[in-house]
């Protein structure tokens, strides 16, 4: 198989696929508009290879990939956080430089470091994005002027690990305040559907919620059922509906992430590789996002945040 | 399960059958009693026939004795043994084989397998296919079937696919054969055949126990005959004594006229109703004839001469390669059901499971189906008329046994066939096709359907009949043609004899 | 005849057993709704009543179309494909012609591609379950190439109007639950009392018989697959009118929770039994089972067992104690 | 009785046609290929068919096992759920006892479990389609209960071991490629030429029949359960030891892939009929078609929309001019 030097040279135009979530995903979409830019001006052509949201078709797809030698460059949003490891590996061991962007891949959530050896890591960690959204579910309640707050939390799947390594740190950074109760913490899923369906049932449990955390999706759904209440809604994402949502003051905050920025950061670093530069091979997405990923309406106001993706 | 042990399949196949001994038996469906304390005993190599009208409860018996149902009352002896028998594994681990009245073959294995179902030759678990094979040839050879070993059971006609049960049975190695009628489904050779099958299994020591509707041929046949009416043992008697009059008499508890009703003259100067013209499908060749109005033409033949695929293709239901069907003059238009239905036409279908009923709807539904248009408004159905309708009909058909909503599914196999006569004969059509009307229908039913033919006929409707039993298409037809390998051969008027017919179709 | 009778015995005590039978499954979802009164204070509310029927109403209309089908011998896995395919389509037109246009346009390609999934399946003579998935991979793909992957949505203004569905009506129920509930009524008595519904049972429970009694099998079909197709864009218009938005994932995989729905209520998916109340009941118990499961407060790391034990005894219960005869 | 020898006229011309019309599904796989080697360059080398064959590896474990739950008249959409509980039960097993002790253990697991599924659909007479999909949330739930949600995997000393089913073994087939391929034939020949196979024909043709046969007709459909998960257990662990670890969400819906596989390979969802290569030749058109879309670097927008017109055409084509007789 062809080695990394064999690609070394500067002026040869690059491959570039996209491996993302699916086509029809705006996140996907909005990442794929940063890996575009930075094909652009990196003299490369990038592809959305679309698995539909199914990792089994995701593994073929980058078998098959290794086998045509269509792309000098992977960047991959795994549909799977383990599937991939064995044909990513194959990918590397076949000279293919593997990024890997927004989605751990390997066993560990709370490590920012590549599990898949010799990939390019450039990701967001379910750990320290669950920390982040207990800080603000914290953040909310100081400003519930009763003794205590309660609050919801939508999970994503109880079925996946990462999710669940999320739930986790959502619970035990809220668990550090003691004016917070946990009330409720169900799936939620990621659709506005879904977050519809559990915020009527939560809330009918407990009609005197006063946060509500979750996918922004669900919070979308959740918000839309509420109405004209207290509720303190926060979202972990930032479409531009979400943004605006903050933005207006119909919700507490959201975490942000830039997918326009991570996905032309995850570009840059994989064709910089390609070309036998040498690169960092793990970096924390939150840094790349405004404020930290802490989007309140002053931090986003203060950059005056505008969201490249909908949902 | 312990006495399946103590006999195994092999040590009954090495004993003589066993006498057998019912009592007390009872059977109940939700509120109706269909079987009460039915006690008798059937002595060892007999042929007992068991009669009774459609409904009576023959075939629950039967299958009580198969193990296919289980009794609610009573218990079953064998050689003053009793036995528990609660599936039909136990039934065939004491040497009893049921052949029901729907057929239980498996459509997608072949002859072969379905005769060995469940006991093929093996050597640990890999099949000895080659061993069936040669049991298989013996046992075609001791009744003189002719079947195609490796042919697809469900490709077969079904008078083949009663002859797979039956060997089925005797591959078993069965000393007790339940029938339960055997014959409704063959043709006059094949059903000459089965006695003669049946005569041999009795003389070498089988007991068979037969339901059948066909008085002569249980006279003819059997030692001694159990009457059931209603679900109650009327008498076991022996045959010699009895006529058939005096059978129906005591099946029906009064007197029956059975004979087939005379059909009045065609007038002379009645119009030609249907033309049928150059009509062939794969299966027909060439089918010319006409039938005028009031006139009843019978078509005879053998199994697999066409009669049935004639009676398809001019109701538009196969598809025809060339010629037509006229009805008063009118053409109809090629493969078109709805078509020949709206000019008149009605075709009672020869497989009522298959072809004729909906299994899983109700018996009014079912009745209605194929009027549904002419007893609904802006597409919804009147009830009211509907129902008034259907009990008429049901009626004049004598079908009994249906309750408000009840399946047809849970009707007797003679009731079924009721049933999808009343449903052809609900709007009175001009032109009747009957494909074996009177299949599996008790003696007094069959009069009845006898009658409402001929009763149609005289009112002018034109009617085709084809059936395998002779006496019938002789008795009821005005002109009868004869079938052979998908062509008409030889046309006789009503006063042939059966041996005219028979020759012509068997004909090379 | 006087024999005729003896049959017609005891009827009415023969009809009371008749219909505990056939409603066995609605006392799986009655013990199921006592247990929820008694143990919380807040199912048996007004609210949480508006809220069961806003969450059953996708799969309700789902599953009366799949009722429908079913009964008629076919299974349609592309409904909710389609359910994507024309909320698109109705976003798109109300981009351009206003919100009516929209909805009726939604309606419109729901219905025309519910009939050619019918024309292909008919026509084709493929079956029905692997041919309608095929068919739904493909709406899901044209999903994709109409919209290029992206969220589609109304303009800001047109947004009030077309979230219309999820606006309370009769009884505080919202729109959407109201047009559930009329769709399953209206196709309840076009199964129960109509010559088309009576078709539809016969070309189900015996296709050939069906056939020669002069009934077009295929157009029965193809119409039973249309109408499925109308329940289709009825149940994405109502998630477009949540959402405000459209995008080519909507309601992956809801066409088997409307199947199973379907069967749960008792209806056989061998086709020919069945009827539309038991769709209904179907989509209850799993709508109140998920709904109890939040008001008690359990645990939900047990939730997905105690769910599938539950829907395992209703359906186990239904056939083994009241429905013996079929068995 | 001379005339009933007329149906078995021209018996060799018969015999011909029958296998063309047989083998049709054949040629469409072919076709794809043909068109796949003509134009690309990859398609026909070592590598892209070790590929393809890993790519099927779990497809058609699961798809070996669904033909035999068709075939005797039963679908088990609890295969996956299966897999992952038995997959992570190996992963546990190994942790305490070693690798070899873990895929036992996973088997064993696997078949028990199949066993329970199929005791219950038995026992309670449901439905299976309604009865196993009850089962697979029971399981998926269970999964969720042992693992507490999270992912397992081996201790890092055992991980090479654990690995086995990734190295290349046979042809330079993965080892999991070559297990799918062994349990393949040994079912197929199990199907074909044993009394068990028969049995499980005759279970699916026509269940009464069967039953009046004497045939044990529970028995046999809980011994086509156990081996059903017997095989979710094996693809279970080559997921398992491709990943390294296992976790509760793993393979979700491939049994709907499987049992596509198994229709579109020919074999009769109604049961009773269908053979082992068919569902092999399923799994090979369904995995070359998305093979091919990759190595053709076709826009994947609108593979979707072409995956659903091949398995269209080659069903339809299948049953279109092929098998006509049983239309
Ligand atoms: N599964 C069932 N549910 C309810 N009633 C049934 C069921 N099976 C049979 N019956 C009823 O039991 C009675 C006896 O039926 P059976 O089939 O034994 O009659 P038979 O004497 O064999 O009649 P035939 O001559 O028409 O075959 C009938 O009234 C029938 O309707
Ligand atoms: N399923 C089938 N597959 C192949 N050939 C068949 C099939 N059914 C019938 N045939 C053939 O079609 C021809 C006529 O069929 P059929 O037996 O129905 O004739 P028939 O005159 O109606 O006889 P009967 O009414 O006594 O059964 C025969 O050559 C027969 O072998
Ligand atoms: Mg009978
Ligand atoms: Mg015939």
Redesign the pocket.
């Known amino acids: 198989a062809a080695g990394p030097a064999s690609t070394a040279d500067a002026g040869k135009p690059l491959n570039v696929g996209f491996f993302g979530f699916a086509k029809s995903n705006g996140f996907a979409q909005g990442t794929f508009l940063g890996v575009q830019q930075a094909a652009k001006a990196n003299n490369a052509t990038a592809t959305f290879v679309d698995p539909n949201f199914n990792a089994q078709t995701q593994v073929q797809q980058i078998q098959d990939a290794v086998t045509s030698k269509q792309f000098e460059v992977i960047v991959v949003q795994a549909n799977d956080n383990q599937a991939l490891i064995a044909p990513l590996q194959q990918a590397v061991q076949a000279g293919i430089t593997v990024v890997v962007e927004f989605s751990v891949i390997g066993p560990k959530f709370d490590t920012i470091q590549p599990q898949v050896p010799g990939a390019i890591s450039i990701v967001d960690l379910p750990t320290s994005n669950g920390k982040m959204l207990g800080q603000m579910g914290k953040d909310a309640c100081a400003k519930v002027s009763k003794d205590t707050c309660k609050v919801a939390y939508l999970e994503g799947f109880k079925s996946l690990p990462l999710d669940n390594a999320r739930t986790e740190a959502v619970k035990a950074e809220l668990a550090t305040d003691p004016k917070i109760k946990l009330v409720a913490s169900v799936e939620g899923g990621y659709t506005q559907d879904s977050g519809r369906q559990a915020f009527q049932n939560v809330s009918q449990a407990n009609p005197d919620v006063d946060v509500v955390i979750g996918a922004s999706q669900a919070i979308t759904g959740a918000a839309a059922v509420a109405g004209n209440s207290n509720i303190k809604f926060i979202g972990n994402g930032a479409s531009t509906s979400n943004v605006e949502a903050v933005r207006s003051g119909k919700w507490f905050s959201i975490y942000v992430s830039d997918v326009v920025a991570n996905g032309a950061k995850a570009t840059e670093l994989g064709l910089a590789k390609a070309r036998g530069q040498q690169v960092e091979t793990a970096v924390d997405e939150a840094s790349l996002a405004p404020n930290k990923a802490k989007g309140t309406k002053e931090a986003l106001d203060a950059v005056n945040y505008v969201s490249k993706y909908s949902d | 399960m312990a006495i399946q042990q103590l006999d195994s399949p092999e040590r009954v196949n090495r004993s003589a059958a066993p006498e057998i001994t019912i009592s007390g038996i009872g059977k109940r469906y939700g509120a109706s009693t269909v079987l009460r304390d039915i006690t008798l005993s059937v002595a060892p190599g007999e042929i007992h026939g068991i009669m009774g009208e459609n409904g009576a409860g023959k075939s629950t018996l039967l299958k009580i004795l198969g193990g296919a149902i289980a009794a609610d009352f009573g218990v079953v002896k064998l050689d003053d043994r009793e036995v528990k028998i609660t599936e039909p594994r136990d039934a065939i681990a004491h040497g009893i084989s049921l052949i029901s009245q729907e057929l239980a073959l498996i459509p997608g294995l072949s002859v072969l397998e379905n005769v060995f179902l469940g006991r093929w030759a093996n050597t640990g678990s890999l099949l000895r296919s080659r061993r069936d094979a040669d049991h298989l040839e013996r046992l075609l050879a001791e009744t003189g079937f002719e079947l195609d070993p490796r042919a697809m059971a ?6 083949q696919q009663q002859q797979v049960e039956i060997l089925k049975a005797l591959a078993r190695g069965a000393k007790v054969l339940c029938m339960d009628e055997p014959t409704a489904v063959l ?1 006059e050779a094949e059903k000459a055949q089965l006695l003669k099958v049946i005569r041999n299994l009795a003389s070498s020591g089988t007991t068979v126990i037969l339901v059948s509707h066909y008085l002569e041929e249980v006279l003819g046949l059997v030692d001694r005959v159990t009457i059931l009416r209603d679900g109650q043992h009327i008498t076991t008697e022996d045959a010699s004594g009895h006529t058939p009059e005096s059978l129906v008499g005591l099946m029906v508890g009064r007197e029956v006229d059975f004979l087939i009703p005379e059909v009045p003259p065609v007038s002379p100067e009645a119009k030609t109703v249907v033309q049928v013209a150059g009509l062939s499908s794969s ?1 027909v060749q060439d089918v010319s004839f006409t039938v005028r109005q009031g006139e009843i033409l019978g078509i005879a ?10 009676l398809l293709a001019m109701f538009g239901a196969d598809r025809t390669t060339s010629g037509h069907v006229q009805i008063n003059g009118r053409r109809l238009r090629a493969n078109s059901i709805r078509e020949a239905i709206k000019a008149g036409m009605a075709l009672v279908p ?1 497989s009522r499971k298959e072809q004729g009923l909906v299994m899983s709807r109700p018996v009014d539904e079912n009745i209605a189906l194929s009027t549904l248009s002419g007893r609904s408004l802006g597409g919804f159905v009147r009830v009211a008329r509907e129902k008034a309708a259907v009990s008429e009909i049901s009626h004049s058909v004598d079908l009994r046994g249906a309750r408000r909503g009840s399946l047809i599914a849970d009707l007797s196999g003679g009731n079924q066939q009721k049933a999808l006569f009343a449903k052809w004969l609900l709007n009175p059509p001009a032109v009747l096709l009957v ?2 009307p009177t299949r599996g229908v008790d003696i007094a039913a069959k009069a009845r359907i006898h009658g409402m033919i001929a009763d149609l006929a005289a009112k002018g409707t034109a009617v085709v009949v ?1 059936s ?1 039993e002779l006496e019938e298409v002789i008795g009821l037809s005005h002109r009868i043609h004869v ?1 052979r ?2 062509r008409i051969v030889a046309e006789f008027d009503r006063n042939a004899s059966r041996d005219e017919v028979m020759t012509s179709a068997f004909l090379k | 005849m006087t024999t005729a009778t003896v049959a017609v015995s005891a009827p009415a005590d023969k009809k009371f057993k008749l219909n505990v039978r056939d409603f066995g499954i609605v006392f799986g979802l009655i013990a199921i709704m006592l247990f929820l009164t008694l143990n919380t204070g807040t199912f048996l509310t007004g609210r949480n009543f508006i809220n069961l029927f806003d969450q059953a109403a996708i799969v309700g209309l789902l599953a009366a179309a799949a009722t429908l089908c079913i009964v008629s011998g076919v299974f349609d896995l592309s409904s909710t494909a389609n359910l994507a395919v024309s909320a698109i389509a109705g976003v798109m037109i109300t981009q351009h012609l206003g919100v009516i246009a929209g909805f009726v346009g939604a309606l419109l390609v729901g219905a025309a591609l519910g009939t050619v999934t019918g024309l292909i399946v008919v026509s084709t003579k493929v079956n029905s379950f692997i041919g309608t998935l095929a068919v739904s991979i493909i709406y899901r793909g044209l999903a994709i190439v109409i919209t290029g992957g992206a969220i589609v949505a109304p303009l800001p203004e047109q947004l009030a109007a077309f979230q219309t569905w999820t606006w309370p009506s009769l009884f505080g129920l919202t729109a959407g639950s109201v047009l559930m509930v009329a769709v399953t009524i209206v196709l309840g008595i076009v199964l129960w009392r109509t010559t088309f519904g009576r078709r539809i049972y016969a070309v189900g429970g015996n296709k050939e018989a069906a056939r020669l009694s002069g009934i077009r099998t295929g157009s029965i079909q193809v119409a039973v697959f249309a109408i499925s197709g109308l329940c289709s864009a009825m149940a994405g218009m109502i998630l477009a009118s949540r959402a405000g938005s459209a995008q080519p994932a909507m309601a992956i995989g809801v066409e088997l929770t409307a199947i199973a729905a379907v069967v749960i209520g008792g209806t056989s998916i061998l086709g020919g039994q069945g009827a539309m109340w038991r769709a209904f009941v179907g989509v209850m118990i799993l709508t109140v089972i998920g709904n109890g499961f939040n008001l008690l407060h359990w645990d939900t790391t047990y939730q997905q067992v105690v769910t599938g034990v539950l829907i395992l005894l209703a359906v186990a219960a239904d056939g083994l104690f009241f429905r013996k005869r079929t068995g």
């Open positions: 469900g490709d077969l006609p079904i008078g043709n299966k033949g053998l199994v697999g001469s066409g009669r049935s695929e004639t020869e494909d074996e084809v395998s079938m390998q998908g």
